[in-house]
């Protein structure tokens, strides 16, 4: 049993420096990786700020019109409810005064009949 240990010792011995050697090539390499993911980050972090900037001039163009818009959409409202007043307003009016626009309205009828009953009378008596 010994002997075993001691063989195993001296391969152990002489495979540690090898298999360290082999840790820092995977080292190495992983290292190169993480170097080069890091500088396409950076890269990728430079597209998106120009690529932010232009999106913000973009906005910055679209501020008077949305302005405009803004102003028009605002003046279209006014006019709704003074338009909104008014019609009720107007149906307001009518509904108290409905019995005296249907007492002049029917008179104005029978004074038109009237007059066509006696223009009718006249021409008959010709």
């Given at each position: 049993?010994?002997?075993?240990?001691?063989?195993?010792?001296?391969?152990?011995?002489?495979?540690?420096?090898?298999?360290?050697?082999?840790?820092?090539?995977?080292?190495?390499?992983?290292?190169?990786?993480?170097?080069l993911l890091?500088?396409?980050?950076?890269?990728?972090v430079?597209?998106?700020?120009?690529?932010m900037?232009?999106?913000?001039?973009?906005?910055d163009e679209?501020?008077a019109?949305l302005?405009?818009?803004?102003?028009?959409?605002h003046?279209?409202?006014l006019?709704?409810?003074?338009?909104?007043?008014?019609?009720?307003?107007?149906?307001?009016?009518?509904?108290?005064?409905?019995?005296w626009?249907?007492?002049?309205?029917?008179?104005?009828?029978?004074?038109?009949?009237?007059?066509k009953?006696?223009?009718?009378?006249?021409?008959?008596?010709?």
């Amino acid at each position: 049993m010994d002997e075993l240990l001691r063989a195993l010792q001296g391969v152990s011995v002489q495979l540690l420096p090898f298999l360290g050697v082999v840790v820092l090539i995977f080292l190495i390499l992983v290292l190169r990786r993480v170097y080069l993911l890091l500088a396409d980050v950076g890269q990728t972090v430079l597209k998106v700020n120009t690529a932010m900037d232009k999106v913000n001039s973009s906005l910055d163009e679209f501020k008077a019109p949305l302005s405009t818009l803004s102003r028009l959409s605002h003046s279209i409202d006014l006019v709704h409810t003074a338009t909104e007043s008014a019609v009720k307003g107007a149906v307001r009016v009518v509904s108290e005064n409905f019995e005296w626009i249907k007492d002049t309205a029917l008179s104005a009828v029978n004074k038109v009949k009237t007059k066509k009953a006696q223009q009718k009378g006249e021409t008959e008596n010709e």
